[in-house]
């Protein structure tokens, strides 16, 4: 590398010729590239704001004044602070706490999000978890309009809910394409942290298609995303939303350069069976599967590690009736290929019941094409039925943080689901309900140590590291499947 005349760069910052240095000073050749390949604009997001801004809405909640003593006596506001983003909820000396006057039943505040008019006609698309437990429903528009909103339809799944408003001639978004959003590129959010309305954050987007073991792979971005974000539009430069702002990821609570979007295509998809009939369907094929490792990949002449490996498939299910067996390697659906082990539920839960699909199989060193007719996903039935409600439910702090708590299960219960361990869930909230955990349901696992009953359930979740992703190893009916908590969101 060539030496640098540092002291012709004193003399002309000296004179006043700060401003030509680029242009006179000769630099290396690497270094110069370097330099014209920063000199841009930076984007100017006000246009965005004005056509956008009038689209976003406010959305706060209600609920019985009765229903709603917040844990220690705390703000419902600061409580979804400490809840959502996964920070312990103080003890407060009970003559600390902030004294509430009598109040009677009527509704009272709860809570705040962000939303955005989906259509003119007064559909607004927000989070599931905004409007969760709501006996009543505002929303806000930027011209401090008010409206009761009627709920539409909510899917906990997918975090997201559509609500109705009655009035005509409301400015609409445009929804974009997601396949054209692309890692790099400047987005901006609009919404109303900690009840702030109509804040605008920009950012870039870091990642997507990323993985959180939930139905949606989500948009990553490092725009700041606080309490009352959520459910407000992640925005590109054409003024197109790409995705709802839902979640971040923290270890203090607070934002940290890391938030998630879901996919506004798999938005639309779900908002448009909640605006049909109010739920969500979805496919099933009755398989259970696991990771390809390149280990097992290699060994069987695979290729690579990809697909998903059947480890057991349900009698009588659309998969056994279709010839797949354990041991098969799915490796496309309906014609499109399944990467990683998560790609196939996301493709069969989109896929509506009764159709007719192809699946391929590679099974014993060659590929096969197989033809599996979908069936729709029942309302799951609690596992542990009888669960003694004299016993108190167990919920320590690290399992509240996980929003779990569990019951230890009697040898009858044991006996009759053929178990020789585990703890049954008495209740999920919060991330575990996120996670896709219900009330009913019997935790064999956690971060892969098996859990023979409480003790080892508080024992094991007290010293896993909350701010990663958490296996979990449940039973549910017939079936044993894998959750992901994550805590800190």
Known sequence: MSKFDWSMLRALAMSGMVATVASVAVLPQGVAMAQSAVVRGLPDFTDLVDQVGPSVVNIRTREKASDRSGANGMDEEMLEFFRRFGVPIPNMPRQQRPQRPQQDEEAQPRGVGSGFILTADGFVMTNAHVIDGADEVIVTLTDKREFKARVVGADKRTDVAVVKIEATGLPAVKVGDVSRLKVGEWVMAIGSPFGLENSVTAGIVSAKARDTGDYLPFIQTDVAINPGNSGGPLINMRGEVVGINSQIYSRSGGFMGISFAIPMDEAIRVSEQLRTSGRVTRGRIGV????????????????????????????????????????????????????????????VG???PGTKSSITVFRRGSARDLQVTVAEIEPDKPVAKAVEREEKPKASAAAQQLGLSVLELTDAQKKELKLKGGVAVASATEAAARAGLREGDVILSVANAEITGLKDFEAVVSKADKSKPLSVLYRRGEWTQYAVIRALR
């Open 288 to 347: 259970q599967i696991g990771n390809v490792s390149k280990d097992v990949a290699d060994s069987i002449g695979l290729g690579k590690a990809q697909g998903a490996v059947v480890t057991g498939v349900e009698t009588g299910s659309p998969a056994d009736k279709a010839g797949i067996e354990a041991g098969d390697i799915i490796t496309r659906f309906d014609g499109k290929p399944i990467e990683k082990v998560a790609d196939l539920p996301r493709l």
């Open 350 to 352: 989109n896929t509506k």
